[in-house]
């Protein structure tokens, strides 16, 4: 190919050169070095107003999760179940912040990291709940299709519980993790898919099936006898929740959480235990109507976080150990067994 004459003008054919930019060319590398050398020498404060506006976004979901809407895809509930993670855009504001060399941007981050230690720092805080215990509790969803229930049983004897709480039973296993745990726990109590254990210091009444609204069984009643009196106990198991095209699918969770609360509401005793797998954290406002009832023991004595599930890598507490009239010494996540949840256990003293 041949360049085109430029007799008209008197110009000189221009060679082809190697591809690579050209002065005057809109991205020549003088350009490019002269951009970056104005960056590098503007004043730190006015760097980065971009990042300081991704900060500040940042924390008004975390601040003001209550207004996120809830319709449609119940977002507001989903953002909640999942809301510490949100701290996650912080280190990545404060790498931003770097690069640019902009105080503003860092000063802007402070926002959103102010309002995740708020929230959230009084979880690693040491020296949370102690004192004695009166009723040492433990609950564990185990997962119908659990490959080892009599290793998952072994496990939790190790915690010298006085109270285990099982839910995920398919129909009959109760009697394999009863094999395990008759000998230390011969009471015992099971009402569709879950069951309770207890040591032969603290016997139980006959349980009671409480309906959720699943069609079988995922949810009883049982009264724990202790030396400072009878601790009704629930045990539950609520609907699953379930992402898809309409988003985050929760209402037969808040169907059976309604049918749950319906029941606390009810119970008059002094004391109250609920422990299970409610599918929802308590951050989460589905799970207001049981949350008004009862204190979530990992929230008043726990260190961390508390995240249960799933077992590979837990993203959400979603186990719960519950209870009113009584304090929560210590509350903490077992180790993995062969559930796809990990095991919790709680400290009570009864007031």
Not at 158 to 166: C, E, Q, R, Y
Not at 171 to 191: C, F, I, S, T
Request: net charge neutral.
């Amino acid at each position: 190919m041949t360049w085109p004459t430029t007799t008209d003008t008197g110009a000189e054919p221009q060679p082809a050169g190697d591809g690579g930019p050209r002065r005057g060319s809109r991205w020549s590398w003088e350009s490019i070095r002269d951009g970056a050398v104005r960056v590098w020498h503007t004043p730190p404060w006015r760097r980065g107003r971009v990042i300081a506006v991704f900060a500040v976004l940042a924390a008004l979901p975390m601040a003001f999760h209550r207004l996120v809407p809830n319709t449609p895809g119940n977002w507001g509930s989903f953002v909640e179940t999942f809301l510490p993670w949100a701290g996650l855009v912080i280190p990545l504001l404060l790498v931003c912040a770097a690069i640019r060399r902009s105080w503003t941007a860092v000063a802007a981050t402070m926002l959103p990291v102010l309002v995740w230690v708020t929230m959230f720092g009084g979880f690693f805080l040491p020296g949370r709940g102690g004192g004695s215990h009166d009723l040492r509790v433990v609950s564990h969803n185990v997962n119908a299709d659990n490959p080892d229930p009599a290793g998952t049983a072994r496990s939790l004897l190790g915690s010298g519980a006085d109270v285990i709480a099982l839910e995920e039973l398919p129909e009959g296993a109760w009697k394999q993790y009863n094999a395990v745990l008759k000998d230390r726990y011969p009471n015992v109590q099971h009402e569709g898919t879950v069951a309770v254990w207890t040591t032969a210091r603290f016997p139980m009444s006959r349980a009671e099936a409480i309906d959720v609204g699943m069609g079988f069984t995922r949810a009883l009643r049982t009264v724990i006898t202790t030396p400072k009196g009878d601790v009704p106990f629930f045990v539950a198991h609520l609907a699953s929740v379930r992402f898809g095209p309409s988003g985050f699918t929760v209402g037969d969770r808040n169907r059976t959480i309604d049918r749950l609360a319906s029941s606390l509401a009810v119970e008059t005793a002094p004391h109250v235990i609920l422990v299970g797998d409610l599918n929802g954290t308590t951050d989460d406002r589905a799970l207001r109507p049981v949350t008004r009832y009862l204190r979530d023991a990992q929230d008043a004595a726990g260190t961390g976080m508390g995240f249960t599930w799933p077992e590979s890598f837990p993203m959400a507490a979603i186990d719960h150990i519950m209870y009113r009239g009584m304090a929560a010494a210590d509350a903490k996540v077992l180790g993995s067994t062969s559930s796809d949840h990990k095991p919790i256990q709680a400290d009570l003293r009864l007031n």
